[in-house]
């Protein structure tokens, strides 16, 4: 099992541009989760899904956006790149379908994202 | 919002002593997580506390909890080099939809 995949590990972007971070797990789990982590900030939820077809927003999810078409995706999509966005992304899944539900949270190794 | 606070921000020790780390939190719970991260990576879980137990233990890891005083405490045993990480407490947050993480108590053990 790869457990939760992050793509890419690295990313710098311009103001304005825009791009998708992957996310894929092959747990079957029905929860996923994206959460960003600046320091002094711990980690922040910025959206999450129980399931596919169903998303919903988190603490900070101004600038996102995120689908789940699948069980295994669910993709994060910052539509317009600004230099408050420069953060480590994580996504994480869990087996439970009622949100976490006291299930231990599975986490990919992050995405590092610079906006210049 | 925070519901988690770690305390202290950051610890330092020698290899062999015992790390203590705190968490408190606001609201009541269901249960309460606790996770490690290592530099650069993302979070791993170490070990799950429900609301009605008082203690758990999981290798040289002891998790209390006090919901009276809305607490619990992460008890690291004979530290080694390799338990240096960052620590964090998770709560659900009161729809059950999410984990609130604290901002984490960095521990660094020398040897």
């Known amino acids: 099992n790869a457990g939760v995949t992050q793509t890419p590990k690295f990313q710098v972007l311009k103001t304005g541009q825009s791009m998708t971070l992957q996310c894929a797990q092959d747990m079957n789990h029905e929860y996923m989760s994206w959460y960003r982590q600046d320091p002094g900030m711990g980690l922040r939820l910025i959206h999450y899904?129980?399931?596919?077809?169903?998303?919903d927003q988190g603490e900070v999810p101004n600038g996102y956006n995120v689908s789940r078409s699948t069980t295994e995706d669910f993709p994060l999509r910052l539509l317009s790149a600004a230099p408050s966005q420069t953060s480590v992304y994580f996504c994480?899944?869990?087996?439970?379908?009622?949100?976490?539900?006291?299930?231990?949270?599975?986490f990919g190794n992050g995405t590092r994202l610079t906006v210049t | 919002s925070q519901q988690g606070e770690e305390d202290p921000q950051a610890l330092s020790i020698q290899e062999g002593e015992n790390a203590t780390m705190n968490c408190s939190y606001k609201t009541s719970i269901n249960n309460l997580q606790w996770y490690r991260q290592n530099s650069g990576r993302g979070l791993v879980h170490l070990i799950l506390i429900r609301s009605n137990e008082r203690e758990k233990h999981s290798g040289r890891l002891r998790v209390t909890l006090d919901t009276s005083k809305k607490s619990s405490s992460l008890l690291i045993t004979a530290s080694r080099a390799a338990d240096t990480a960052s620590y964090f407490c998770?709560?659900?947050?009161?729809?059950?939809?999410?984990?609130?993480f604290g901002k984490g108590t960095t521990l660094s053990v020398s040897s």
């Open positions: 899904s129980v399931g596919a077809g169903i998303t």
């Open positions: 998770a709560t659900d947050n009161q729809a059950g939809t999410a984990l609130i």
């Open positions: 994480a899944s869990s087996y439970s379908n009622s949100g976490t539900g006291g299930s231990p949270l599975h």
